[in-house]
């Protein structure tokens, strides 16, 4: 597989809005196969690299477009369930909270 | 910079937990003598503002995974809002009281968080298509 360091720098542009580090690489590489594989149709149909890598970027069109979408795809949303669920641990969090300083003053009178 | 910025309603919730503590400070209540106030205050700033730390980085870990640009954002508020504080009231602030601070937020925060990536991994663990 060709390295294009211009559809590289496309995809990390389009996919910077994601927060997670994994799914952030994994997206990049996903998109950066996609705009390769466009960089590939225009080289198979004569274009020079230059050219090639040229409208493979106009075809895809500017990184800024995909960002917010990938961003808000890559953001859990809160559903019922989870917000129980968080509730649920942060009903954890204060009894062990409790438990420390139960401890932490318990030891200390 | 996109990152920081859409990191506003994390920093705004740091920023009004500072708020709101500032406010209690100034707040009288009513047929409490100082000891139950100063009980009042060591249970607020324990337990309550830690859950709360605990809850908001677990809906950040949930919602956006380890996003430490978010984290790093809401820290320099923290500290910003209680040197700002310290600034105001002639307190000056010593490097130890700096440290307390940024452990009294990493470390619920980060509880938080981790218990936001273990429920955001369960359930895509749980949403992916057995064989």
């Not at chain 1, 994601?18 to 990049?28: D, H, N, V, W």
């Not at chain 2, 700033?45 to 950040?60: C, D, E, I, Q």
């Amino acid at each position: 597989m060709p390295e294009v360091p211009e559809l590289h720098a496309f995809a990390s542009r389009a996919t910077a809005g994601i927060a997670a580090p994994a799914e952030r690489a994994g997206a990049t590489s996903e998109l950066y196969e996609h705009a390769l594989s466009a960089y590939e149709e225009h080289r198979a149909s004569g274009l020079a690299h230059d050219d090639a890598v040229q409208a493979a970027l106009t075809q895809l069109g500017e990184p800024s477009e995909y960002r917010k979408d990938f961003a808000r795809a890559h953001r859990a949303r809160l559903t019922p369930r989870t917000v129980l669920l968080i509730g649920g641990a942060a009903i954890v969090f204060m009894i062990l909270l409790w438990a420390f300083f139960a401890l932490i003053f318990g030891v200390a009178s | 910079m996109n990152r920081v910025l859409s990191s506003w309603p994390y920093v705004l919730f740091v920023a009004l937990c500072w708020l709101s503590w500032e406010l209690i400070g100034v707040l009288e209540f009513p047929g409490m003598d100082s000891a139950q106030q100063k009980s009042l205050f060591l249970t607020i700033s324990l337990f309550v503002y830690p859950v709360l730390l605990f809850l908001a980085g677990t809906a950040l870990g949930y919602r956006r995974g380890y996003d430490w640009v978010t984290v790093l954002a809401c820290l320099v508020v923290f500290i910003v809002c209680q040197v700002f504080s310290s600034a105001v009231k002639a307190y000056p602030l010593s490097i130890g009281d700096l440290a307390t601070f940024s452990a009294y937020y990493l470390i619920p925060a980060h509880l938080g968080i981790a218990a936001g990536l273990g429920i955001r991994a369960v359930q895509r663990r749980n949403a992916q298509p057995k064989e």
